[in-house]
């Protein structure tokens, strides 16, 4: 991995298991302004566009409890190194 990293990219790093959330998935929030907030839910088989309020409103706070327990990003761009290195490395 090169040295470069982009500042518009931000990924934070949670060591271990914290026990604030059960097994995710793949989730995105589009957040419009609370003109519509749209949730797409990724899942082995298929994508799912979801627009009930109060399931977009619980997957936000379920994404905001789990970056609560996230590391600063420089401590997560280390970690990740670090994952990476032990993982693939000969």
């Known amino acids: 991995m090169s040295g470069e990293f982009r500042a518009w990219v931000c990924l934070g790093g949670v060591?271990?298991?914290v026990g604030c959330a059960p097994p995710l998935g793949c989730f995105?929030?589009?957040d419009l302004g609370g003109l519509h907030d749209t949730l797409y839910l990724?899942?082995?088989t298929i994508g799912q566009v979801v627009?009930?309020?109060s399931v977009v409103s619980e997957?936000?706070?379920i994404f905001?409890?789990?970056r609560s327990e996230a590391l600063p990003r420089g401590a997560s761009r280390d970690l990740i190194m670090k994952v990476a290195?032990?993982?693939w490395s000969d």
Do not use: D, S, Y
Request: glycine share 4%.
């Open 15 to 17: 060591p271990g298991l």
């Open 28 to 30: 995105a929030i589009a």
């Open 42 to 44: 990724e899942t082995a």
């Open 51 to 53: 627009e009930v309020p």
């Open 59 to 61: 997957a936000a706070l």
């Open 64 to 66: 905001e409890n789990l």
């Open 85 to 87: 290195e032990q993982q």
